[in-house]
């Protein structure tokens, strides 16, 4: 079945660069426009933060969670120009890329190195630490001691997955080059020091202007509730339960990017607020498609989105019970599942 499906999506999209084409021509005045309206309502809001702590911390709060997706727009913007789509010039991308890395705090031109090797080995067995969160397989898991296995089934449990690991990632693992693969040169090694000297500078500027305290509460809880949603996204948009997950030497591109990229259906305001970066599937055939061309993309084709994996918010919580990758089933499988199976034998 599995099999017949994957023939017939080559099948009916072969002509897929074809029908994409057109819409990965950058638009400058579309991307003027989104800085607008992305970059103004974030320092307003973030001023807004900063006088409401005189007022009420849950006021705060509930303005920071509201900020946090304008923050999520930003690194959208700064993810659209590590991929060199969201404007026609490379220098402009850059410049544009590494001023949202100060409001992120992900340093620019590593972490798109790192996205960029992600979205050319999507879905390939042997390189799913690298710009994705890592998991294991039923085999593995199988083969791993009993100390081994829980450490996976700590990593695995929400409260660390969504909360405990974010912060990880952007306190630690952004700071130091820990990703090493081919093509990772030291010149890009180096400009994440220097991001993070920059990061360090504007940060302890912005503290001795506006009071060390404040700044921190309100960029950390920023930061925070940003890191919370990009680890949620990057969750749901891979590790649903009919993902695609190959050896390199059955792995596809198109139908890893159509199966094992998800069509992430939120309501229209989230979709704006998150940068349409839920239309994945669409993203991940080209990453040179800016954001602000996804939507248009799929509605006038909307055979890409046929063999799209299709989650709503809803749907999507039920992604966090999924813990392993089943080789023999091709899907993603519970504790649950997976201790019926190895009792009944059939845990491979």
């Known amino acids: 079945m599995q099999l017949e499906l994957e023939k017939e999506i080559k099948e009916r999209l072969a002509n897929w660069k074809s029908i994409i084409a057109k819409y990965q021509v950058p638009d400058t005045k579309k991307a003027i426009i989104q800085m607008i309206n992305t970059f103004a309502p974030y320092i307003a809001l973030w001023a807004l ?13 509930a303005l920071g969670f509201i900020n946090a997706f304008f923050l999520v727009r930003i690194f ?13 010039s490379q220098k402009l991308n850059n410049i544009i890329g590494l001023i949202c ?5 992900i340093p620019y031109k590593y972490w798109a190195k790192v996205h960029n090797h992600h979205h050319g080995h999507t879905g390939q067995l042997e390189q799913r630490d690298i710009g994705d969160i890592d ?7 199988k083969n791993r001691t009993w100390f081994g296995r829980l450490k996976y089934r700590i990593f695995r449990m929400p409260i660390v997955l969504f909360f405990i690991a974010p912060f990880f990632y952007f306190t630690v ?13 030291l010149k890009i090694k180096w400009s994440q020091v220097r991001n993070n ?11 001795l202007v506006l009071g060390w305290q404040k700044f921190l509460i309100i960029q950390l809880m920023l930061i925070a509730m940003f890191s919370v949603i990009a680890f949620w996204f990057f969750y749901v948009q891979h590790q649903h339960e009919e993902a695609y997950n190959q050896w390199r030497k059955n792995w596809d591109f198109l139908v890893a990017s159509v199966r094992g990229a998800t069509y992430y259906k939120l309501p229209k305001v989230f979709q704006w607020l998150t940068g349409n970066i839920g239309i994945h599937h669409i993203h991940h055939l080209s990453a040179r498609i800016p954001n602000y061309n996804l939507e248009k993309c799929m509605k006038e ?10 989650l709503t918010f809803r749907e999507s919580l039920k992604c966090m019970k999924y ?9 993603m499988i519970s504790w649950k599942e997976f201790y019926q199976l190895e009792k009944k034998k059939l845990a491979y």
């Open 49 to 61: 933060m900063y006088f409401s702590l005189s007022w009420s911390i849950w006021i705060t709060i």
């Open 135 to 141: 998991f294991l397989t039923v085999r593995e898991y």
């Open 197 to 207: 000297v920059l990061l360090l500078a504007i940060y302890t500027g912005l503290a």
């Open 323 to 331: 813990k392993l990758w089943d080789e023999h089933r091709q899907r």
């Open 301 to 310: 084709n909307p055979i890409l989105t046929q063999y799209a994996n299709i």
């Open 101 to 105: 890395s100060f409001f992120s705090s």
């Open 173 to 185: 693992s952004n700071r130091y080059p820990f990703m090493k693969f081919k093509g990772m040169k």
């Open 76 to 88: 959208i913007i700064q993810h659209d120009c590590g991929h060199q789509s969201f404007l026609g």
